[in-house]
């Protein structure tokens, strides 16, 4: 599997954007980019996916680099509910590539009042 | 609304007692995920099953089994819980597999091996 990584954390301040960058300079032309994250006490949720183009969704936005070599999760208002482990985490499209998410070690992302 | 529920929370076995972990989901999904979660450390996948297609991955032990009665229930069994099962364990359903498919994940039974 194609390695991502992720610094180990990251601190933000209640209602600013937060912006967590994520490497795969491995990745294949087949790999989607798939965001996940961990709130305390509770199973990982998904946040965002997408392939080459930038993508938006309720809950964040992702922008990835031209080369495909790394993307970045945008959390446009951060709220404390927002403090968690964010995954980036590559995926195969083929079914034999894709049956599974490889966890990395993510980014705790602390949120402040 | 739809979900994917794991039955207990919670469970506290003996060593070398076996013990069923249970999952079901109301999304009516293809596939379910069993992953194996240790304290301060990411998710790693024991198995899925894509409808009765059972995938094992290679580094998972002998010590944990799975089945798949139907659609909806899957569960996890630990033949010989040691010490080091101690973990959070993590379902999750897909649609299909593939790079676009997203999974959803249960909330997670805290297992605990005394």
């Known amino acids: 599997d194609a390695k991502t990584t992720q610094p180990n954390s990251m601190e933000s301040n209640e209602e600013e954007p937060v912006h967590l960058p994520c490497n795969h300079s491995?990745?294949?032309?087949?790999?989607?980019i798939h965001w996940y994250r961990q709130l305390p006490s509770q199973g990982p949720e998904y946040v965002i996916h997408g392939l080459t183009s930038n993508v938006n969704n309720r809950m964040a936005s992702l922008a990835i680099a031209e080369d495909r070599k790394s993307s970045t999760l945008i959390l446009h208002r951060a709220t404390l509910r927002d403090a968690a482990v964010y995954y980036c985490?590559?995926?195969?499209?083929?079914?034999?590539?894709?049956?599974?998410?490889?966890f990395g070690g993510g980014t705790r992302v602390l949120v402040k009042p | 609304d739809a979900m994917v529920i794991q039955n207990p929370r919670y469970q506290v076995t003996q060593f070398g007692k076996p013990v069923t972990l249970s999952c079901s989901q109301t999304?009516?999904?293809?596939?379910m995920y069993w992953y194996q979660q240790k304290s301060s450390q990411a998710p790693k996948l024991l198995f899925h099953y894509y409808d009765k297609d059972f995938n094992n991955e290679a580094d998972t032990p002998d010590n944990f089994q799975s089945r798949r009665p139907n659609t909806s229930f899957c569960f996890l069994d630990i033949r010989s819980p040691g010490l080091g099962d101690a973990a959070m364990y993590l379902c999750?359903?897909?649609?299909?597999?593939?790079?676009?498919?997203?999974?959803?994940f249960g909330p997670g039974t805290r297992l605990t091996v005394t």
């Open positions: 999304l009516n999904h293809n596939v």
């Open positions: 491995t990745i294949s032309g087949t790999d989607y």
């Open positions: 999750a359903t897909s649609r299909a597999v593939g790079g676009i498919y997203e999974q959803y």
């Open positions: 985490i590559l995926r195969g499209s083929s079914k034999a590539a894709g049956n599974k998410l490889t």
